[in-house]
């Protein structure tokens, strides 16, 4: 049972805790939705309930942690250490870890209307897509889930990202499956993207540069509505392996952009807010032009083909409130429009190009900065 304690009934904690076990409690807390302060509490509780001795942990590589825990227990607490004989940095690492053995990651249930499915679109280039697909993609996968990035530009700005490769021209492809000209199944392409915190559960389906092809391909198909419909087509048959899958769109408003938003509507008996889009923008003028026009595809592919598409939110990315007014009256601006909302705002940090440079992801390579933390934030979003 989560404490239910005033600000005023806590004191501080302030000690050194090992990295991992830092990252482990931050992950599993935003994870079971529990603020760190009632995590650390209960496993404070725990601790002081313990009738066996516990293993010692490893503090060696300690860095700073804080938080607030209530008065009454932290004095006992302490009491107790010295009564153990155990440094209070040591105790309260226990308590941490029996905290985090007693709430493990949760067993997903697969969907029944197969996985959920995110497109991360804007007919703008530079505005995040790439970034943003891969960081909520790899905070999923810290949760628990099965995901599968797929890199639904030609460009391959995701693959080159996670250090692998576009496929080669004349193998197959993702394309290839959209467009009958399969040649392998497609879980065949699938990489694993490595990651203590992803446990196996994150894949990257890498792009091809035959998808500069893809529009005249299906313009030319005589199949009744193949040119909406090719990537879902191509894509069933690796949606059972995963909870998500998440579509990094190309800036474009062709077929591709089409496929993407078909793929991410409601399906029959799917509840609404399950499956849907992502539209990263950033705070100038030309982002909301951009928006217009998707906005347009949005509304008229719902109309044509009678179908539902869920606007899961914008990411206002790249906000750096030093660039003063044009900047802030723009996100005033995406805030005020209410419906789709604003569901994170990703300041222009240097850690997401590091991860870049590195060909690294980005909660591989900075799994305790501000960005990734919005990344697990805008990932409890979507999986809410």
């Known amino acids: 049972m989560t404490t239910q304690a005033t600000p005023e009934d806590r004191d501080k904690v302030v000690t050194k805790l090992p990295q991992q076990l830092r990252r482990e409690l931050k992950i599993r ?10 995590a650390v509490t ?22 700073s942690f804080s938080t607030y825990v209530p008065s009454v227990l932290y004095r006992g607490f302490r009491d107790d250490c010295s009564t153990r004989g155990l440094p209070y940095n040591q105790g309260l690492a226990q308590a941490i870890r029996l905290w985090l053995d007693a709430h493990p990651l949760p067993q997903r249930t697969r969907p029944v209307t197969g996985a959920r499915r995110v497109a991360f679109g804007n007919q703008k280039g530079g505005v995040g897509k790439t970034a943003l697909s891969a960081g909520v993609g790899q905070a999923l996968a810290e949760m628990g ?8 530009d030609p460009q391959g700005h995701l693959t080159k990202q996670l250090s692998h490769d576009h496929l080669p021209i004349k193998g197959d492809s993702l394309v290839k499956n959209m467009c009958g000209e399969r040649q392998s199944d497609l879980r065949d392409l699938l990489i694993e993207i490595a ?18 092809l893809l529009d005249a391909k299906l313009v030319t198909s005589r199949e009744i509505r193949v040119k909406e419909t090719a990537l879902e087509k191509a894509l069933a048959g690796i949606e059972a392996e995963f909870d998500f899958v998440i579509v990094d769109c190309p800036p474009s408003l062709g077929y591709a952009m089409d496929n993407a938003i078909y793929y991410a509507r409601t399906r029959d008996g799917e509840p609404e807010g399950s499956s849907g889009i992502v539209i990263p923008v950033q705070a100038e003028d030309s982002s909301a032009d951009a928006y217009q026009l998707l906005r347009e595809q949005i509304d ?22 030093r660039k003063g007014y044009v900047v802030t009256s723009s996100l005033d601006n995406w805030q ?12 222009d940090l240097k850690d997401q190009r590091e991860a870049v440079r590195m060909k690294t992801p980005l909660l591989v390579h900075a799994p305790d900065s501000d960005q990734a933390d919005v990344m697990r934030s805008i990932a409890r979003r979507i999986a809410a």
Do not use: K, M
């Not at 807390?29 to 009632?38: E, L, N, S």
């Not at 994150?202 to 091809?208: G, V």
């Open 29 to 38: 807390a935003a994870t079971v939705g529990i603020d760190i302060q009632d």
């Open 145 to 152: 889930f099965r995901v599968c990035l797929v890199d639904f």
């Open 336 to 347: 005020s429009l209410g419906h789709p909302e604003v569901i994170a705002v990703v300041n």
């Open 195 to 212: 990651g203590e915190s992803f446990g196996g559960r994150l894949h990257l389906l890498p792009a091809c540069t035959d998808g500069f």
């Open 300 to 321: 008229s592919l719902c109309d044509d083909l009678e179908i539902d598409v869920h606007d899961l939110g914008f990411v206002v990315n790249l906000y750096d409130i």
């Open 42 to 63: 209960e496993g404070i509780q725990a601790w002081r309930s313990a009738d066996h001795p516990l293993e010692p942990i490893n503090t060696a590589r300690s860095d």
